[in-house]
């Protein structure tokens, strides 16, 4: 008893701590998980299918190696996370999230948390390089937040154990609700396999893609970084799906406390496109709830006039039914009555029926005995 009190109380002092957002997405999951009586069941008994919408939005961060992905990861949690270097440091999918406790989990630990990942099983050789990250930091919206880090992609005799271009490409469709694209000034902005996975995504996804030049404070003078923009610029505006109008790419960098850069730092952008992404995503989901509780009433209510034109109909052939019967049960009534009117005396049916019941029956039967004689004469 002792032990459910303070788990209650745990759990009381956690939703005090909660935001708003945070509330509004954990009630809308739980609208729908609730056992029994959770929108996925009662959707299961009138056999449509729904998903649960997530507590949190997916950022996937892709580019070369080096770009700064897992640095921009351990600067927004403001905890050591990730490792970083100037040598492929990710070598497989790393997915960092908030929790209760510090946690390293492995490839099967990870579908456990996240089944919608289950897929990803279907790729030969990925779950072996799919590891997640928990940590209790709440600094900025990460509380909302799920981060999946990407192997740094590089050109040449490369080989990874896996497809990484399908992976990432299979993520980026259809579990990102936001996609980083860093490009780093150093030389390996342009990596081809970076490109053409950029290119796929924006095929049908261009809306969730953000650009974004990493590093920038490494880029040398003003003149330096714009011409390393101009260049990415470039290559990307060779190739259609890129090609598009109000293309933006601020430039970042690590802030540091020792350092110094004349070098305009828009990280703060990349929080505000954070930020809306959550908003956006509280408007979707609200909306899916809306939709799904129509989906199900509407449904709801067709199977119940479904239900009745089945039981009126049922009603009416019990009646013709009945009727039929009725009908039916005439025949040998009157073949009784013949019966009774040849095998028994006359005297007998008018001491039983009278006279005039007698001549009544005779009369009646006579019809009864002409058709069963030329029935019997045919046969």
Partial sequence: MAFKGKSKNASHLENLTLTVNEKILRECHNLYTEDKIGLISIA???DIHLLAPRKKITVLLIGNHSAGKSSFINWYVEEHIQRTGVAIETQGFTIVTSGRKRESLTGNATLHLYPHLEPLQNKPGVMDYVTTEITTSKQKKFNLVTFIDTPGLVDGDMKYPFDVNESILWLGKQIADRVFVFFDPIGQALCKRTLN????????????MKFYLSKADEAGHESDRQRVMMQIVQELCKRPNLNRTGFDMPTIYIPSMGKTSKCVNQIEDVCKEIDKTINTTIQNTLNKLEKDC??????????????????SYNLRAKGKGFMYASVGSILPLLLFGNFLAIALPKESLEAALGVTGAEALAKYTVSVTRYFTAFLQRG
């Fill in 197 to 208: 996975i950029v290119e796929q995504l924006s095929e049908d996804h261009a809306e969730i």
């Fill in 44 to 46: 299961g008994d009138i």
């Fill in 294 to 311: 129509t989906d199900i009433s509407t449904k709801i209510d067709t199977l119940i006039e479904e239900d009745n034109a089945a039981c």
